[in-house]
């Protein structure tokens, strides 16, 4: 536990109310009539009676019965178009920020033949910054099983784990081209670090998408100090992520 106040209070806050509980009670917890649905109903996936959505909504409901998913459903849903509409877009797919495997499994389901790359610590986060505290990240939060993620993952084909900090362990996909990465490391060093390796690396038409763009100042600021002067636009979505389009 670190000694600086507000890593002490958010790692105290986050034991006593475990972030994956109360994100999955928030339903009685915010109680709707009173906050409304921003916070009680937020980022549920409207279907339109479109069957395609039907079907990821069963996808995503069997997800979240075999693990722990920190996502929204509509940002689940936007990894997965994301996946989908690069499927013709030449190079493999990279995911930094794997936790349980949940984003990674939503991935595979769509991924068809493609190479995945997943990469993470599994050891929680690395080191996080002033710019990065604010509840429910510190240092070693989100520490997850390596043999457990490789497990819930063994009968889903091309998929290649690198265990430790990125990008110390990006030696093996230095050569390699990408169509798709998705980002969830919560912290402004680790986006820094993920944008600066993966940006020269994305083919024409491939897309960056991160978690965390609204809710993260350290994410925020990665992403909009590197774009700034870049062509891209920094694509806001309706949860907390972001989305580029390589140019
Ligand atoms: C919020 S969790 C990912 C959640 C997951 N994508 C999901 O949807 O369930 C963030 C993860 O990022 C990983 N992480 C953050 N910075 C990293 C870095 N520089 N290298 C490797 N892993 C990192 C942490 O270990 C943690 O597992």
Known sequence: MSLFPKKNFFWVFDSLLPSKHLL???????????????????????????????AFAKTLKKIRSETELLLEDIEAYHIYMAVKRTQKVPGDIAEVGVYKGGSAKIICSVKEEK???????????????????????????FAASFDSVKAYLKNDRNVIFYKGIF??????????????VNLDVDTYESTKQC?????????????????????????KKAFDDFFEGRTEPILETAGSQCLVVKV
């Open 24 to 54: 999955k009670f928030r339903k009685f917890l915010f109680f709707e009539p009173f906050l409304g649905n921003d916070i009680a109903n937020r980022g549920k996936l409207s279907h339109y009676g479109n069957a395609e959505r039907k």
């Open 115 to 141: 190479h995945l790359h997943l990469f993470d610590t599994f050891e929680g986060l690395p080191k996080v910054e002033d710019i990065d505290l604010v509840w429910p990240f510190y240092e070693g939060k």
């Open 167 to 180: 990008p110390d362990t990006s030696e093996p996909v230095k050569e390699k081209t990408f169509s798709m």
């Open 195 to 219: 944008l600066e390796f993966f940006y020269t690396r994305m083919s024409t038409g491939g897309i960056i998408l991160s978690h965390d763009y609204l809710t993260a100042p350290g994410v």
